[in-house]
């Protein structure tokens, strides 16, 4: 896929209709970013889209984010420092954007 079929982004490159998403498009959103997407990122945002189809929204701040990730999968992967490492910046808004979801609400 070529920048060309890129979705439509605001301009803070959340995708304007997140049901354009796909994981082809996740991969050229993140490396917009500078992330090269692996196993641990996947698993992350598998878990932010099924929390999105569960609850109607993102995370709305960076600490609930931690939180909910913890509820899932423990202190190991729980944790600011492990999220900052997968997503650098504000770990809830780069995982949302590259995630196909919507900016959470309090994240700056």
């Known amino acids: 896929m070529t920048d060309t079929l890129m979705p439509e982004r605001n301009n803070e490159g959340f995708l304007e209709n997140a049901e354009h998403w796909s994981p082809k498009v996740a991969e050229i959103i993140a490396r917009d970013d500078g992330i090269d997407l692996l196993k641990n990122h996947w698993e992350i945002i598998s878990f932010l889209r099924e929390f999105y189809k569960q ?10 984010f931690v939180k909910a990730v913890k509820e899932a999968f423990g202190e190991a992967k729980g944790n600011s420092i492990y999220l900052m490492q997968l997503f650098p910046g504000t770990p809830a808004k780069t995982a949302c954007r590259i995630a196909g979801l919507p900016r959470p609400t309090n994240c700056l």
Request: no cysteine.
């Open 55 to 64: 609850h109607e929204m993102s995370p709305p701040s960076n600490r609930l």
